[in-house]
């Protein structure tokens, strides 16, 4: 019966190696900014600036107590305005975000700081022209919306299992014993997106599922890590043990 061989890094030919090498080097920054982006996008929506289980649930859930835009202001959007302007417009939220009292400062301060973006040209993020659309993300935050999360879904299903088919596929030459811990290692990513995605949703209805959500974003970036580390060490720097030798460089 015919096998087909899986060589070592050592034992394949050094432009495959550079291949490699630039691809890994290029996915790990490209991690590095993913995890830059999560943390600016959600860290801080509870009010405190570290990444926390409570901004999740926020985030996916809503706040119980803040609104849509209370939570903007807390997170991502709170560098858009000064604190005096932040305030004006959590304290009109707070009276109930009446018409009566939109006209003329609250109104003027949206102009001034959010319609460069909120103009509705882009629609993937809220109008913010007018005061019915400003009062869509003053009432009562339920979360992203389940739309948002069909589609951040697919992008990140697709996405992810491209970025770890290609990691996998070059850590699958490498040298582990026993076997089963680089099975484990090269299915972990493709698990936890499923959990992770999964939570997206089950936090919706029951918040704690944020922890699993945080849970299997560290499994994630967990096996990354180890894949990444694993075959640059092995590609370069690792003194080929003699029963790999023996074996003609053939990994399992
Ligand atoms: C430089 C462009 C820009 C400016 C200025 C800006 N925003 Fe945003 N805003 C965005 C983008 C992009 C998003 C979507 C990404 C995100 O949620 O982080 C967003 C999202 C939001 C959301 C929705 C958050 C959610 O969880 O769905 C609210 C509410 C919001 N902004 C309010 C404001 C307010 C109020 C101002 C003015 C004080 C403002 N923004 C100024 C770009 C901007």
């Not at 609250?106 to 102009?111: D, G, K, M, P």
């Not at 629609?123 to 005061?131: D, E, M, R, V």
């Not at 088919?165 to 089963?180: A, D, E, N, R, T």
Request: aromatic letters at 14%.
């Amino acid at each position: 019966m015919n096998k087909s061989h899986c060589f070592h890094f050592s034992f394949l030919p050094m432009g495959m190696r550079v291949l490699y090498t630039s691809t890994l080097i290029v996915l790990g920054t490209g991690y590095l900014f993913a995890m830059i982006y999560i943390f600016s996008s959600h860290a801080g929506r509870d009010g405190n600036p570290a990444l926390s289980v409570n901004d999740l649930i926020i985030a996916y859930s809503g706040s119980k107590s803040d609104t849509k835009i209370e939570s903007a202001l807390k997170g991502p959007m709170s560098n858009m305005l000064p604190q005096a302007e932040k305030d004006e417009i959590v304290a009109w939220v707070r009276r109930g975000a009446e018409e009566k009292d939109f006209e003329p400062k609250i109104a003027l301060i949206f102009e001034k700081r959010c319609l460069t973006c909120h103009n509705g040209s882009n629609p993937h993020i809220p109008t913010l022209k007018g005061y019915e659309n400003v009062k869509h993300v003053a009432e009562f935050d339920t979360g992203m919306d389940i739309f948002t999360l069909v589609r951040v879904s697919h992008i990140h299903l697709f996405g992810i299992t491209f970025i770890f088919f290609i990691v996998g596929s070059i850590f699958c030459h490498s040298y582990i014993k026993p076997l089963w811990v680089k099975c484990i290692v090269l299915m972990l990513p493709f698990v936890s997106i499923l959990l992770d995605i999964g939570s997206w949703y089950l936090t919706k209805v029951y918040p704690p599922f944020a922890y699993v959500v945080m849970g299997s974003g560290g499994l994630m970036g967990f096996s990354f890590a180890v894949m990444w580390v694993t075959s640059m060490y092995q590609m370069w720097f690792y003194k080929v043990p003699q029963d790999l030798i023996d074996n003609d460089g053939v990994v399992s």
